[in-house]
């Protein structure tokens, strides 16, 4: 019932106008003596690892800024085993396995498309998937799972539903109803593909391989890339928010990982 409730609240939420109130509150220069109390609040409630970001938090000048706040070097060592793969980012698992029937586990009860999440690309019928959820406390830079080179870019425009659990335990289709950007790179194993899906709150993303940002009212599109990337260099940034989906070919991974488990960047999540 308390998730139906939740659920229903926010449908009647405009949500793009919500985040994009929200996105500019948080990128506004408050006085330093404000900011200060709002990150200092935010760590609380959160139960951020200050000890795991460079600096302080008098050196960032807004929310969105310590949001995307990066890592001291060697805080999150990198599996360099040639058969790795890894988390491209901290969270929690929601879901891993091998896609059936087009169907992508997001919750116990709800399910998305694969087909859908990535706009009928063709390739990815059987794909091995792993998709992990970013929590507010969570490093939202996001990284490649295996050295490859970006080939291929989608930017889909869609819907800014919430991504916490409640939402995906009732909101059917979530992940490829969502705002995305989903980078395609080419490896070893053939392509993968590597989604950062938006959320309610702000919903942008950026990439390193492209100037598109989403939820700015840019018209969504499609591209080709040449942007090569070794293992854990980083692909992109949630600007608050969200969740990485990640589409392997039929067959070319093994994962060790399990629905439910927290992971952290650089940490193997399966071999090939």
Same mark, same amino acid.
């Given at each position: 019932?308390?998730d139906a ?18 996105g500019?509150?948080?990128?506004a220069r ?12 935010y ?7 200050l000890?795991?970001c ?12 310590f949001?995307t706040?990066?890592?001291k070097p060697?805080?999150?060592?990198v599996?360099?085993?040639p058969?790795?793969i890894?988390s491209?980012?901290d ?12 169907r ?7 399910? #998305? +498309?694969?087909r ?5 690309? *063709? /390739?990815? !019928? =059987? &794909? ?20 490859g ?12 539903w919430?991504?916490f659990p ?6 059917p ?6 705002e995305r950007l ?5 490896t ?10 938006g959320?309610?709150?702000v ?5 390193? #391989? +492209? ?6 009212g840019? *018209? /969504?599109? !499609? =591209? &080709?890339?040449d942007h090569a ?11 608050m928010?969200?969740?990485v ?5 039929a067959?070319?991974v093994?994962?060790?990982v ?6 952290r960047?650089?940490?193997?999540i399966?071999?090939?």
């Amino acid at each position: 019932m308390k998730d139906a409730l939740i659920v229903s609240a926010l449908s009647l939420v405009p949500k793009h106008a919500a985040s994009g109130f929200l996105g500019r509150v948080a990128r506004a220069r408050f006085p330093r003596p404000v900011l200060r109390l709002l990150l200092r609040w935010y760590c609380w409630k959160y139960k951020v690892n200050l000890d795991e970001c460079e600096g302080t938090i008098d050196d960032y000048d807004s929310l969105v800024d310590f949001f995307t706040r990066p890592l001291k070097p060697g805080v999150r060592p990198v599996d360099t085993a040639p058969e790795a793969i890894v988390s491209p980012c901290d969270g929690k698992v929601y879901s891993v396995g091998t896609v059936v029937d087009d169907r992508i586990p997001q919750s116990d009860t709800q399910h #998305f +498309s694969a087909r859908e999440l990535v706009q009928g690309r *063709p /390739g990815y !019928e =059987g &794909a091995q998937y792993a998709v992990i959820y970013l929590s507010p406390r969570d490093y939202h830079r996001v990284h490649t799972p295996m050295a490859g080179t970006v080939c291929h870019y989608q930017y889909v425009p869609g819907a800014l539903w919430p991504v916490f659990p409640a939402a995906t335990r009732k909101i059917p289709f979530l992940f490829s109803r969502n705002e995305r950007l989903t980078a395609f790179l080419h490896t070893p194993l053939g392509e993968v593909a590597e989604c950062l899906v938006g959320a309610f709150g702000v919903g942008r993303i950026r990439v390193v #391989f +492209s100037d598109v940002v989403s939820n700015t009212g840019q *018209p /969504g599109g !499609e =591209g &080709a890339v040449d942007h090569a990337l070794g293992r854990a260099d980083e692909i992109g940034r949630f600007e608050m928010g969200s969740t990485v989906v990640l589409l392997f070919p039929a067959g070319s991974v093994q994962w060790t990982v399990r629905a439910g488990e927290p992971v952290r960047l650089g940490q193997r999540i399966g071999i090939v």
